[in-house]
């Protein structure tokens, strides 16, 4: 009889050790589930922070071209007992591939009553170096097209063009001018 007390109080005591183990297999699991909802909410927060720095970003260079814009529109307002005047806005070359180049620029007109429109030329001035000399090549050449660099515009007008450097030369600097006969009116350096 003894021996089936002990193997009664085993049994017992195996059992109450399943017991135990299958709680503590519980809480293991719940726990799990909680550290990986935790990283779940941690990977969230990450993914939404680097969401709204984006956003910002972008607010912040839509931003800066709203104050670009209002700059030119304040620089627009006529003076009084001002003539008709012409100037270059938003000149900026870049590179598209080496040895060629993109232009793009804005030309803003504000009439007076004798001049209600502008009619002139426009000529770019490149500079750059060539295996350690300076040269200056001036657009339009003689090859090229004299009606791509008429004007006429009333307010404003965009233009947008491009130009080829030769192999191993370096961009120093391009300047616009606008000619109205032979009569400088504006120059305006590019924002390389």
Not at 46 to 57: K, S, V, W
Not at 144 to 155: M, P
Not at 167 to 187: C, H, N, P
């Amino acid at each position: 009889m003894a021996q089936r007390n002990e193997a009664g109080t085993l049994g017992q005591e195996v059992e109450a050790l399943r017991q135990q183990l299958l709680v503590q297999r519980e809480e293991l699991n719940i726990l799990r589930s909680g550290a990986g909802t935790g990283q779940n909410a941690v990977s969230i927060e990450r993914a939404t922070q680097q969401q709204l720095l984006g956003r910002i970003q972008g607010l912040e260079a839509q931003n800066a071209v709203l104050k670009e814009d209002i700059l030119l529109f304040e620089r627009l307002i006529p003076v009084a007992g001002e003539g008709a005047v012409i100037r270059i806005e938003n000149f900026r070359v870049a590179q598209e591939v080496p040895g060629h180049f993109r232009y793009r620029l804005l030309l803003a007109f504000q009439p007076d009553r004798q001049s209600p429109d502008f009619r002139g030329r426009l000529q770019l001035v490149i500079d750059f170096d060539l295996a350690g000399k300076r040269v200056q090549l001036l657009l339009p050449d003689k090859r090229e097209s004299l009606a791509e660099y008429q004007l006429e515009l009333k307010h404003f007008l965009r233009r947008e063009g491009a130009f080829e450097l030769p192999v191993g030369a370096v961009l120093l600097g391009v300047e616009a001018r606008v000619l109205q006969g032979d009569t400088l009116k504006f120059k305006r350096l590019a924002q390389l």
